[in-house]
């Protein structure tokens, strides 16, 4: 005789966070501010591109710093899970008005 085994199906989806995120209160002017834009996925520095022309002419931004999360080869240890060991996101943060850290798709 053969005995039946049981499967237990879970689902993968995670449940959804207790709290929303509060936004950044919008900031009343951008012009003669350090604008930074953090870059963390391919081709967003492209796209960003067009936005920094468009600050440029618009607004005159003192600075327009990048933290780039691609390309930085010190960052890429973040990908392996090691901790990041530089201090380029403290300075990103120190040189930064304000900041462009990603668009929803």
Excluded: C
Excluded at 10 to 19: G, I, N, R, T, W
Excluded at 71 to 85: E, Q, S, T
């Amino acid at each position: 005789m053969t005995t039946a085994k049981m499967l237990e199906l879970v689902s993968p989806v995670a449940p959804p966070p207790d709290k929303r995120a509060k936004l950044a209160p919008p900031v009343d002017d951008l012009h003669g501010k350090s604008i930074g834009f953090r870059i963390q996925w391919n081709n967003f520095d492209l796209f960003m591109q067009h936005i920094e022309e468009k600050l440029k002419k618009d607004y005159q931004p003192r600075d327009i710093p990048r933290f780039d999360m691609i390309r930085d080869p010190i960052l890429l240890d973040r990908a392996k899970g090691l901790p990041v060991r530089s201090g380029k996101l403290q300075k990103f943060i120190e040189e930064s008005d304000v900041a462009i850290l990603g668009l929803a798709a």
